[in-house]
């Protein structure tokens, strides 16, 4: 029986084989084709949730949230430079753990505390979306949304007594969501003085670690208790509105400074001048000014054939840095044809003087201020003036003055009493800052006039644009809170050549109340322009009390 069976297996293989080649030869060849249907193509928005759900697992932040935009390049970027920021970022964590780790040696029978292995990995972390959030402020603020599944190897070593304690980082994964801010915007490379970083919300990290080689997270409760511990710090630090500012730029450097105070000047008088007439006498006037001030200056009147004269004449100048300026007094002589003579000048430093303490001065009138030059014996004269320097109400604490009144704080906020603003003359500080859709008929040069008091200011002219960016500030000292007051603004065009010929266009205004402004002490706002299609005006107002 085996044989016989084996004899049929073998005759049927070799049958089996030819007959099934001619078989399959007449089907190939005289069956026909069946025709093949074109896949079905759809746009994603006719799919249901569960068909989105098996195409993509986890969907893009920037297609769930439009304002957010893709970031790809950036990704690519800290791919390529994730090694060299790897090495970067781990020796500055060693050189800010190094005098920390001396701060426990020596306790608890600690000897030693060093990082056997410190890399972050090979992975880098991934930005999801960035969204650029538009203020009306001198700032650039940008929100992230940030995952890293990271593979780092850091190992740090305790010696302990005779004992080595090995505490291994493993499986790093966070998920934050930061604001970053880049404020003041100034025009000093790299055009910001600070970086300013929050969190939005708390942020999610998991990690593993193994202490001598086992998993304390795998103990019950410990996991929990270390999720929450290090939500708890982190958010006490940096969830806005706390914040984490970095320097990038000097103060002295940022040139961009705020008014902190009043100078008050009194021009007394002047002794025993220069005579620069034929006749034996000089027509002497005083101009006042302020180092580092683009201002006009101030002047007094003209004392006519007097070398001896006598103003009491008083001027508020406008301090931005006490410490530095200084007041430039020049006594000219005025004459009707020709440039004025020099009688004489003198410099009195800020930083001299007291605030609020009230300080006379009898200066003896100079040539010039190059005291590398022999010093001219020819007299000239004295100057005789009266200085105050009053700090502003808000900047009062900073020169240890005092601080009358009271105020309350809301929502980070001065919000000054009714009481309070009846008193107290101060400085009205006008930031004409940009317009934008403004546009003429027949050109587009614009320049605006602000009006206020009856006293008109306007700022520069701006050649074929309908976005003009002034930045132009103008200032009103005043004796009591303009808050029943108004101030009008209004944008115009002209011809820039033959302007005599061609009629001024009115591009649009706007009348601002300033009471808010006295309650607030300062607004930032933009405003749509009356008489205006689609045009907006950016002003920033202060008000500060002295």
Request: proline share 6%.
């Amino acid at each position: 029986m085996g044989l016989l069976s084996s004899c049929f297996g073998i005759i049927g293989f070799t049958l089996g084989i030819p007959i099934g080649i001619l078989v399959g030869f007449f089907l190939f060849v005289y069956s026909e084709t069946k025709h093949v249907k074109d896949p079905v193509v759809r746009p994603i928005s006719e799919l249901g949730p569960h068909a989105l759900e098996e195409l993509l697992p986890e969907i893009p932040l920037w297609v769930k949230t439009p304002e957010f935009e893709r970031i790809d390049w950036l990704n690519k970027f800290l791919s390529d430079m994730w090694p060299y920021l790897d090495t970067a970022i781990c020796k500055i964590i060693r050189s800010m753990a190094q005098p920390i780790f001396a701060e426990y040696i020596g306790k608890y029978q600690i000897k030693a505390i060093e990082f056997d292995k410190l890399s972050l990995g090979t992975l880098p972390p991934t930005i999801c979306g960035m969204k650029v959030v538009e203020t009306n402020e001198k700032e650039l603020v940008m929100e992230q949304v940030i995952k890293w599944a990271g593979n780092p190897n850091i190992v740090l070593s305790l010696y302990v007594s005779s004992l080595k304690i090995t505490v291994q980082l493993v499986d790093l994964q966070i998920f934050a969501a930061p604001r970053i801010t880049l404020r003041p915007l100034v025009p000093t490379f790299p055009c910001f003085a600070n970086i300013v970083v929050s969190l939005l919300e708390k942020p999610h990290v998991d990690f593993g670690m193994r202490v001598s080689g086992g998993d304390i997270m795998s103990i019950p409760g410990i996991y929990r208790f270390v999720q929450d511990t290090i939500k708890k710090q982190v958010a006490n630090l940096y969830l806005w509105p706390r914040t984490l500012e970095i320097p990038i730029l000097d103060e002295s450097m940022v040139v961009m400074k705020k008014p902190v105070g009043i100078l008050h000047v009194n021009v007394v008088r002047a002794q025993k001048l220069l005579k620069m007439d034929l006749l034996g006498t000089s027509d002497p006037y005083v101009k006042l000014s302020l180092t580092g001030d683009k201002l006009p200056a101030k002047k007094t009147t003209v004392k006519r054939k007097n070398l001896n004269p006598v103003w009491n004449e008083k001027f508020k100048i406008v301090v931005k840095d006490p410490q530095s300026q200084v007041l430039q007094l020049q006594v000219y002589d005025w004459d009707k044809v020709g440039a004025h003579d020099k009688l004489g000048m003198q410099l009195v430093p800020l930083k001299v003087l007291k605030p609020y303490e009230n300080k006379e001065f009898t200066l003896d009138l100079l040539k010039d201020t190059n005291l590398n030059e022999t010093p001219n014996k020819k007299p000239r004269g004295k100057i005789v003036v009266d200085l105050t320097f009053v700090p502003f109400k808000e900047d009062s604490s900073k020169f240890g003055g005092p601080s009358e009144g009271y105020s309350r704080k809301e929502s980070g906020i001065d919000v000054v009493s009714d009481d309070e603003v009846q008193e107290g003359a101060g400085l009205l500080s006008i930031v004409i800052i940009e317009a934008e859709e403004v546009e003429g008929e027949h050109h587009n040069n614009p320049f605006a006039v602000l009006t206020f008091r009856g006293e008109k200011k306007r700022t520069k002219m701006m050649k074929k644009t309908r976005h003009p960016r002034w930045n132009e500030e103008f200032q009103f000292m005043l004796e009591e809170p303009p808050q029943h007051e108004k101030i009008h603004i209004e944008v115009l065009s002209r011809r820039k050549n033959l302007s005599f010929l061609s009629k001024q266009e009115r591009l649009g205004h706007v009348e601002i109340n300033l009471r808010d402004v006295v309650h607030n002490g300062r607004i930032n706002d933009k405003y749509n322009l009356i008489n205006s299609k689609n045009g907006v005006m950016h002003v920033e107002i202060r008000w500060k009390v002295v």
